[in-house]
């Protein structure tokens, strides 16, 4: 029996232990809030202090975190209430702190938000001159971004590793954007239509804004507090809003149960209210395909109404569409253009490379491949020596680039410079083209001091494979778009894709998309995927 009661009292207590701290755990972007009746706010951090009023003057303290997954990018909240119960006069205040009753707040919808440009006014940090304007813009529902900006002709080039569109307003005095970052929005609803905003990195709070009724305020958890006001003063385009905007951050695939595809964010919510088979997403477009269906969305996760679409991709700040109507590129503005202005790109100057040369060698008397890899302005570094066999003395040996060099260093995959295969060759006898193929990768440096002597290297022997025969009229490469043509017989096809020659005629239109003439039948080729598309 006595046994029998101190069970009892263990889980009494266990009972009581659980009832002074309840937690609720959930994700979603709105918490909801609508049982607190006292907020306390400090104007030098955004330590946010909530409190329930249970009985009159008898509160309860609510604490409200936020957890994140270093696994991937989702957030959850954390409600935690504390039930021991305290006055008004029993709160214990912090310098600076302020108390809050909901009738100081005013009603406001982040739909309304979206409208307007928020300027901060307070000089609080920034990254470049003083006479810059921050900017607080709520982008959607889930995304907002502090803007710096700063008034100019000319784009801000950035330094090293950074790249630059030239655009035809370089030489308009207007504001642009010289630094942006982006937060997860939370809104806190506190009913009756009014609402707090966290601007969240992660599960890191890290600004808050509150719209009272006698100021709207910006409260920084490193600058303090500031009044803020709404303007249309410092419009920023679409192409500006998103340049800088890292997506990955802030959206991410998931795989539903029917094996499809969901753009979700941080909260695990389907942005795009849909499912596809395949999605292609970056910072200023998202495409959503099914077999016979295909969606394009802006960055607002609206849907965008172009009519029959049969193929389309993200290309650079835009888009490019095949429809009924042909190939088409479009611009952030969705306006159709020719082309896309050019871009610059700051690289570092010392990287490492890896380079091939292809050369008759007199004293081996044959082609011989130089692998070579070494750092930018030295003389020092690794290099191997390869003798090719199928290849005669008068026969004439390159690269695909139709150069008897290629190269590759760090700095061409930021610039999205086209890699050119070293081991496939193209050789030319008596007029006539072919590609074989060569396979030295595996084998070893020689580890040396001076990569330019010529005298130290003993070439390895390696086997041919012929990829195309030596039956072609010419092989050529096109700098362009990256690809190798081989004609015969006033038809072309196209390396390594094709095995014969296919089409009558093939221009590039758009980056994805050429126009072909198969056997007299007009139509359009994704380069992507090989489908064609012929007209009616």
Known sequence: MIQNKNIHLKLIFIFLVLLIKSKFCFSQQTVNLTNIDLIIYNKDDINLRLF??????????????????????????????????????????????????????????????????????????????????????????????????????????????????????????????????????????????????????????????????????????????????NTLLYKTNYLETFERYDYEEFATLLKNKNNNYELVNTFNENLLKAEYETIMHNQFFIIGKNKKQIDIFNSYYEKIEIDSVKSAYLYRSGLEVLTNKGASYYDSELKIIDKFPKKSYSVCGTVSYEKYIVEYDKYEKSHIIKRIEGEAFSNQGKRKDFKLEGVKKRDIVTFLNNSNKTYWDTNIDFTGEKYINPNYLIVTRRNR???????????????????????????????????????????????????????????????????????????????????ITRERRKGWLDINTNIEYYDN
């Open 52 to 229: 329930e009023e249970k009985n009159k003057n008898q509160f309860i303290e609510v604490y409200l975190e936020f957890n994140d997954n270093s696994d991937n990018i989702f957030i959850s909240t954390d409600l935690e209430y504390d039930n021991d119960i305290v006055t008004l006069e029993e709160i214990k205040l912090a310098e600076n702190d302020v108390i809050l009753r909901l009738t100081q707040i005013k009603k406001t919808n982040i739909n309304d938000l979206l409208k307007y440009e928020i300027e901060i006014n307070n000089n609080w940090f920034k990254y470049g001159e003083d006479t810059n304007k921050l900017i607080l813009k709520f982008i959607n529902k889930s995304l907002s971004v502090i803007q710096e900006l700063y008034f100019n002709k000319k784009e801000f080039s950035g330094g090293l590793g950074s790249s630059r569109t030239y655009r035809e307003t370089d030489n308009e005095e207007k504001w642009r954007v010289y630094n942006a970052e982006y937060f997860t929005t939370i809104v806190l609803d506190l009913g009756n239509n009014k609402h707090i905003y966290l601007l969240n990195d992660g599960d890191s709070q890290e600004f808050l804004f509150l719209p009272l009724v006698e100021n709207d305020y910006l409260i920084s958890n490193d600058d303090g507090i500031s009044s803020i006001k």
């Open 433 to 515: 083209s072919g590609i074989y193929k060569y396979e030295y990768s595996s084998s070893k440096y020689d580890t040396i001091a001076d990569i330019t002597n010529p005298f130290i290297y003993f070439p390895e022997t390696i086997k041919n494979e012929t990829i195309l025969p030596i039956n072609y009229k010419s092989i050529t490469y096109n700098p362009k778009d990256g690809l190798v043509y081989f004609y015969k017989k006033n038809k072309v096809g196209i390396f390594p894709r094709h095995k014969t020659v296919q089409y009558q005629n093939i221009n590039q239109e758009t980056n994805s998309f050429y126009r």
